[in-house]
């Protein structure tokens, strides 16, 4: 069973987030762009800053499962911190590196270096540690977060397997069983012969 946060929980938890220092900015775009898009952790720890087109709020993504190239989307918070980080943040982690400083990888740590998977996922659980969110989370968490939100606001499954670079539509079906109170809210709705609350069975 996919974990997720619920809309409410996301947003409160990226409207939280502080922007003060250069690692802020850097954990703010990374929560945003995680969320936006729904990429894997491997996907967004290996995103050079070429990758990205802030404009068009689209990201290259090249190391998926298989190797499968595809572009992912981004909406205006993501562009926004994104666009932030990299005018202010990142040249800050990029200068404290040095020599050793990775002058490609868009998602810098504190020496100026890549982040790696695991650097990725104990940013997240810190996130949610400093606000409160009484649940454990990964970058995956964000990515079904991502998928569970985007089918409840009516997405087709075809379509979101291409957003998640799923080879088979198999693989998407999962998220579906999260849906489910939509699908009663939708039936007990638009259903003529529907039970509803208050009334007898």
């Known amino acids: 069973m996919p974990r997720f946060l619920h809309q409410e929980e996301m947003k409160g938890l990226l409207d939280s987030l502080e922007v003060a220092t250069p690692l802020k900015m850097r954990d703010a775009a990374l929560l945003e762009l995680l969320y936006a898009s729904g990429l894997r952790a491997s996907e967004v ?23 499968k190239e595809r ?56 996130c ?22 985007l089918l409840d606001g009516g997405a087709d499954l075809r379509s979101l397997q291409e957003l998640l670079g799923h080879s088979s539509l198999a693989s998407t079906q999962i998220y579906t069983h999260v849906t489910q109170s939509r699908l009663r809210e939708v039936y007990d709705r638009a259903h003529p012969r529907a039970v509803r609350e208050g009334e007898d069975d």
Do not use: C
Not at 51 to 59: L, Q, T, Y
């Open 128 to 149: 949610l540690q400093e606000r409160g969110v009484p649940r454990r989370a990964s970058a995956h968490t964000f990515r079904h977060s991502f998928a569970t939100h």
């Open 71 to 126: 572009i992912a989307l981004m909406g205006r918070p993501a562009r926004a911190a994104l666009l932030r980080y990299l005018l202010e943040g990142r040249p800050a982690l990029l200068a404290k590196g040095g020599e050793k400083a990775d002058s490609q990888a868009l998602f810098l740590n504190a020496q100026g270096t890549r982040l790696t998977r695991r650097s990725l996922n104990r940013i997240i659980e810190a």
């Open 45 to 67: 720890v290996a995103l050079n800053v070429e990758d990205v087109d802030i404009s068009r709020g689209e990201i290259w993504v090249r190391g998926g499962k298989r190797k």
